[in-house]
């Protein structure tokens, strides 16, 4: 069976989140340059979100060949990017989590041909 829709809405849930990740490494890059420390926790939560981000690109497509397995990533990366950097990431993450939950609970169509 045919999962485009998994691949689809996980690849652009994917690139998505990457500009999340970016954003959200600019905004920590401003406020390490304007606090004491020089340093900024959401910069290190940025980058756990470029992590999650190619995670749902990876099953976006394994989703295609194991749609068990790839939702299943693609759910574990819905969740570790919203709790990463929550608001940049909330669009992608609602894309990435009903491709998973589509690629776990989906059945396939048997279809029989008449002989």
Do not use: C, H
Not at 10 to 19: A, E, P, V
Not at 60 to 67: A, F, Q
């Amino acid at each position: 069976m045919s999962r485009t829709t998994e691949f689809v809405l996980g690849l652009i849930g994917g690139i998505l989140g990457f500009f999340g990740a970016i954003f959200a490494l600019f905004i920590g890059s401003v406020d390490a340059a304007f606090s004491e420390t020089g340093t900024s926790s959401l910069t290190g939560l940025g980058w756990f979100a470029f992590l999650f981000s190619t995670l749902a690109i990876i099953g976006s497509i394994v989703v295609k060949s194991k749609p068990k397995f790839g939702g299943i990533l693609l759910l574990i990366s819905a969740v570790g990017g919203l709790i990463s950097i929550s608001f940049f990431y909330l669009i992608s993450a609602v894309l990435i989590a009903i491709a998973g939950l589509m690629g776990v609970f989906r059945k396939n169509k048997n279809v029989k041909q008449a002989a």
